[in-house]
Structures are given as C-alpha cells and as structure tokens.
C-alpha cells in the first residue's frame, strides 16, 4: 500500500516499485478513504491487506503555507501516520516505510545534518508543527519495533523538485514558485520578480527521481530503527538557487527581495553517507539539469498563470 501514490514523489515511487516487481501496488485515494481517521485507515487496509507500507501521504507546502496552516498540518500529519502504523501493527504487517521531512531538524543545526542532530533543539518556527508531527512519527516507530517487533523505518528526504511538482503560488516550494514567476515575467516582459527573504538562507535539493530511488531501495533492503538522511549532499543559496533558474528560464530582469518576509531555516544540507552505507543510495542528477526538466515539463504540461507577473513572492521552505 502507498500513501500518496498518486502525488509527486508517489507517482515516481509506483513507477519504481512496478519496475521492480511488486505484485501489486495499491494507492488509496483521498476521495475514497480518509487516512485522518481511524475508520478511513482500517477500510484502506481492509480493501489492500498490504504486507508492505510505504506512507508518503502528507499535508504540507512553503513557508506561508505553513505559516497560513500549523494546526492543520500538525493534525493531518499526526493523524495519517498514527493511525496507519497502529493499524499496521494490528495486522501484523511486514514492514512499514515512514517518508518524513527535512523539517524536523532543529533551526540552527550545524551543516551538514548528521542524523543524531536530530533531537538537539526545535525547528524552524514555520516549520515547527509539520515537523514535530513527523518526527513523533520515528518515536511511534522505535517504540513499535521494541514492543510489538513491527519492522518500521523511517527516511528523511531533502526539499524535493522536479516534474510534476506543485506550482501552485500560494502552497508551492520554492523551486516551481520560481518557475512559475521567472517564466510568467519573461512571457510578459515584466521588469522584475519579486522573492521572498534576503536570499542569504541556504537549501539543498533532490530531484524527485532520485528520492523514489532511494524509498525503494530502503524498502527493499533497510530495516533498522535508526532515521536515515535522503538527500543530494549539496547546497545552494536561495540568492543563487533564483539566479540560475532566471537564466535557464531566460528572465533577465530584476531580483528584487521582500526583507520582510522570512527565510525559514538559515541553512540546510544533510549528512548522506548513511543512505550510501545502508542502503547504497546516492543521488545522480545535478540541480541544473535537473532544473533545465522542471521547466521543460511546466512549460509542456504547468498550469496556466493566474497571477500578475512580476507580483507577488515566491516562498521559502
């Protein structure tokens, strides 16, 4: 059963498993089966009677989506994976894959994160709610692996990108908000683009191929307790990130920064070397080109532009 199959990253994912030879993958879809609620859990299991559960369903966006929805992303996020893992243990499932999220770290962890930083302060406040409902996903996981011997893992993937993407203004990250606005500026000769933050804070980005690669290969081949990094092992400043999708989307105008924005975490690159050991995972495509298939697929298949160019922000996650 994959949580979020239909999505971004699930869609990747069920290519992936399909390829290597699940029998069958079986995606429950929101309109069919709430995952918030106990009930709605029970029926998705009932329906798939899984051996194997990879959870990447999950209620999130950038910074002001965050901002906009702490309750309701700490409750979503608390709730699907809560009631998913405690279903599984009723049924003796044989494993449970946990996707969390960069975000758990603690605001001023020194880069790059090492997973025992994980739990030495409290994350970015925008970031907080989602995060720590995430990360109490790993307690859950650890205490079920004492007590009740369910093989639970648990992945912590970088900020991802990549074809497919949500472009959306209000609740998209930071790369297909760039997109998006570098694009509708350059189509409409606007002068400048305006971003949120300074650009002093620092991401780093996985192209969403290479993190379905990695869900897989742990699926197949990780099963300890401890939180494992998913990442590319680079890092780039949000000033340099705008810069170089303006020049592949071919926007020459102005940059122009919001200081009264956030910027989220100050910096953020992960510690990699335990996916390689675990599980032999490294990442493989290069943050330009893997920028230069983004745009190239936004322009093919992305949403038609329903805002001012040159308006409004593109946030920071």
């Keep these: 059963m994959l949580t979020g199959g239909a999505g971004f990253l699930g869609a990747a994912v069920r290519c992936r498993l399909e390829a290597a030879g699940a029998a069958e993958v079986f995606v429950p879809r929101r309109c069919d089966f709430d995952l918030t609620d106990p009930r709605g859990t029970a029926e998705a299991y009932e329906q798939a009677r899984p051996d194997t559960v990879i959870h990447l369903a999950a209620e999130v966006g950038g910074i002001g989506a965050n901002r906009d929805n702490p309750g309701r992303y700490f409750y979503a996020n608390m709730a699907m994976g809560l009631h998913l893992i405690e279903e599984g243990r009723k049924r003796e499932i044989g494993k449970f ?130 939180p494992v990094n998913v990442g590319a092992h680079s890092e780039i400043t949000i000033k340099e990130l705008t810069e170089l999708i303006a020049r592949l989307t071919g926007f020459d105008g102005r940059l122009e920064w919001d200081p009264s924005k956030p910027d989220g975490q100050p910096r953020r690159c992960l510690e990699t070397t335990r996916a390689k050991e675990l599980f032999g995972f490294e990442a493989s495509t290069p943050l330009e080109e893997g920028l230069e298939r983004t745009i190239a697929w936004f322009r093919e298949a992305g949403p038609e532009e329903k805002t001012e160019a040159g308006t409004g922000a593109a946030p920071v996650s």
């Design 97 to 226: 894959v946990q996707v969390g999220t960069v975000c758990s770290y603690p605001k001023h962890t020194p880069v790059p994160f090492v997973e025992e930083d994980l739990w030495n302060g409290y994350p970015e406040e925008t970031n907080a709610p989602y995060g720590i409902a995430k990360k109490a996903l790993l307690v859950m996981l650890q205490a079920y692996r004492e007590q009740y011997g369910l093989n639970g893992v648990y992945l912590m993937p970088v900020n991802l990108y990549g074809p497919g993407d949500n472009f959306d203004l209000q609740s998209s990250h930071v790369i297909p908000a760039l997109i998006r606005k570098c694009e509708a500026a350059r189509i409409a000769g606007a002068g400048h683009v305006c971003c949120w933050g300074t650009g002093s804070a620092s991401r780093e980005f996985l192209y969403v191929d290479d993190c379905a690669d990695a869900i897989v290969a742990a699926t197949e081949r990780f099963d300890a307790a401890e």
